[in-house]
């Protein structure tokens, strides 16, 4: 049966402020979109301040939620903070991981996500043995995402090396397959349905060869399914590739056929200017994932040079180190200005667009991520009278939200037309403070 909402303010396609807005939902999509609806239709939920689509979280590693506040007060980079999400790693059951991944979705949900892309690859058993359910680990994410009430693209991550030319080791027994023989089987075992897709990842140039980069790259191109890669976050890492190979890890995937519109690049964030033609003159997708960037001590992404040169850009909260993609896309634009000392590159509609639209697409949902007819009935409702978004006039609704609103102005969530957030609170997960104390204590 169709079910109406009305929206004061809704911001539809293509950027466009829109007073009056009733939403109809019949099987999960949207059948009517109205404007110029000045009251509520009869039995319509009203839905105050904007309106905006639903957003994706394209990268995600649910288990890194145990670490916030734990490893945000050392000295150190990235190689010692990954010391410390290895000993994480160790302590996951396919039960503690789905209580923490359940717990860490509905924050996202609450944070007004309504899609994630889960960079899964801590697939096995510590010291790599297989559980009878080889996928165990995989299938309790997605029941954690159903759980939560939000959509997931397990993204099934190829990880075969501990470096180039090294064997897997120690924590990361748990990340290997073998051989992408092994790991195809096994990913091809994962079922999707209406609120779980199934994609591919090459983790990164330390944890796949070339020929293995190119199986990976093939898996994902026979099914037409989104492949994501961790690229150039860290300088050691392209240093160790171009020792390797000859090739920076954007020539090797590249080479490997693995670059084009439904490939994700993560991070993106030390590249050469071939690397930037390479990646936006294929229309390989970049992610940049500002608040995990900054937390490690990465650097910052040619996020703006990459987005001119042809590449989508979509945001991540990765580590979550914070789980508030408004945060996210506002350090896209933000960062850029301190970099350039200049202001004004990105303007507020496109970082919204990389947190709806170009997200949903990244992870495989184009369906999603407009408030079109046909399109899944994903949105939310951002408050626009929050001591944080309250004095901008309507006609900056979109400023208000990209630039000032966090997670906590997020007041309804809907995912295929069903209310998972209603007054900012989680309809199906009723303590999700609670139960993400309990799923980081159970690890400790
Ligand atoms: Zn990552």
Redesign the pocket.
Known sequence: MPVTWWCELAWLPPGRLSRGVALTVDDGRFSEVREGVVAPPPGAARLRGLVIPGMANV?S?AFHRALRARTQRERGTFWTWRQQMYATAERLTPDSYLALARATYAEMALAGITSVGE?HYLHHAPGGAVYDDANAMGEALCEAARQAGVRLTLLDTCYLHGGVGQPLEGPQLRFGDGDTARWTDRVDALKPDATIRIGAAIHSSRALRPEEMADVAAWAGDRAAPLHV?LSEQRAENEACLAAYGRTPTGLLADAGALGSRTVA??ATHLTGDDVRLLGGSSTGVCM?PTTERDLADGIGPARQLFTAGSPVSLGS??HAVIDLFEEARAVELDERLRTEERGHWSAQELLDAATVAGQAAVGWQDSGRLVVGALADFVAVDLASVRTAGATEAKAVEAVAFAATAADVRTVVVGGRTVVEAGRHVLVPDVGAELVAATEALR
Request: charged letters at 10%; proline letters at 0%; aromatic letters at 12%.
């Open positions: 990268h590693h960079f961790h993560v991070h994932c990765d580590s």
